[in-house]
């Protein structure tokens, strides 16, 4: 982690979520980025799925080609606030067969910029 890298924690507990700037998701860093900003989300990937409680929200709602993908909703391990969601790739959940389906494939992280907060462990 370089100097400039900033270390995220819970915003209302402040237990540390391991994520950090350099694994935030800047590829579209025109429109589609400034857009996710004014929303309030930031995206990541990797992130430390140990760091967070899962909640599978198994909407199945359609993405491009006609295919399927779950949404995870991510809660801080300590106390329980929603930080944000997770997207996978997982067509089987949905009653989708397919060869390549893992549970565990996520695409992306969306994180509520606000349950968020500078670490102290930098």
């Known amino acids: 982690m370089s100097q400039a890298d900033v270390s995220y924690s819970c915003g209302s507990c402040g237990y540390p ?15 589609e ?18 760091r ?4 599978d929200e198994v909407h199945c709602f359609p993405v491009s080609w006609g295919r ?6 991510l809660l801080c391990r300590k106390c ?8 996978g790739d997982a067509p089987a959940l949905c ?5 390549n389906s893992s549970s565990a494939a996520y695409k992306k992280f969306d994180i509520k910029i606000r349950a968020l ?6």
């Open 80 to 87: 329980g606030v929603h930080i944000g969601y997770g997207y």
């Open 117 to 122: 907060q500078p670490s102290e462990e930098c």
């Open 95 to 99: 009653g989708f067969d397919s060869p």
């Open 52 to 55: 967070f409680t899962q909640v």
């Open 68 to 73: 399927y993908r779950p949404k995870t909703k």
């Open 17 to 31: 979520l391991n994520l950090t700037s350099s694994n935030r998701i800047t590829s579209g860093i025109g429109s």
């Open 33 to 50: 980025y400034l857009e996710s900003i004014k929303k309030g989300f930031m995206s990541f990937l990797p992130v430390d799925l140990s």
